[in-house]
């Protein structure tokens, strides 16, 4: 399914990249990577339009893992924008819990929640490993003691093309083996889980 297709992934605790393709991404260690010549890159921050899907994906996850919804905050997704346009892929480093994701050919952010949520098939909710980079996007998406997040969307750097950046508070997939538990809870089966969103739009 994801033949030709780069994708790349970080968390806070952690590289957690998956790669389909031949070859790697220069700079997704966090080099700056710049932009595709005099062109520089465009960047939607806000809670219109297509980030508006974001969140209201991240929500109908949340549901069917019986937390709370999250509200999107303004403050989030400027810093996840200044964060992003300098095309350095790797962690800011900053105060709040973090998710990135991005390729050379998926233009729908949406696709890239649908892709960190579906980590969950590789979480022990009876034993959780902690901390797992495998599968600290997906906890933190649905971590229960997180209240508010903010999205940027990028595109056009060099050489991670689509990258949507995601910033949460409180920051969450952070703690002991009991905060994982207390924070990530199984799904409701009885609940709408969304699957696959279209990757280009």
């Known amino acids: 399914m994801f033949r030709g297709i780069i994708l790349f992934l970080f968390t806070l605790l952690g590289l957690a990249t998956g790669v389909f393709g031949l070859d790697a991404v220069k700079g997704s260690q966090g080099t700056d ?9 465009s960047i939607h921050w806000d ?14 996850y949340r549901t069917a893992h019986q937390v709370s919804e999250l509200t999107w905050n303004t403050t989030l997704a400027q810093y996840a924008a200044n964060a992003a346009y300098p095309c350095k892929f790797g962690h800011s480093n900053g105060p709040y819990g973090e998710t990135l994701a991005g390729s050379n050919t998926i233009n729908n952010p949406e696709w890239y929640i649908w892709y960190l949520y579906d980590e969950n098939k590789d979480y022990d909710f009876k034993n959780p490993k902690v901390p797992n980079p495998a599968t600290a ?14 999205c940027a969307f990028i595109e056009g750097c060099k050489d991670v093309k689509y990258q949507l950046w995601c910033e949460f508070v409180p920051k969450g997939s952070t703690g002991s083996q009991l ?3 207390n924070n990530v809870k199984p799904a409701d089966k009885t609940k709408e889980i969304p699957g696959m ?3 280009h739009i």
């Open 197 to 199: 969103p279209p990757a």
């Open 47 to 60: 809670a219109l339009g297509n980030l508006q899907v974001t969140i209201a994906l991240v929500n109908k």
């Open 33 to 41: 990577v710049g932009v595709q010549g005099d062109e520089l890159p």
């Open 179 to 181: 905060a994982y538990r």
């Open 137 to 150: 996007h997906f906890t933190q998406l649905v971590w229960a003691s997180t209240k508010q997040m903010g």
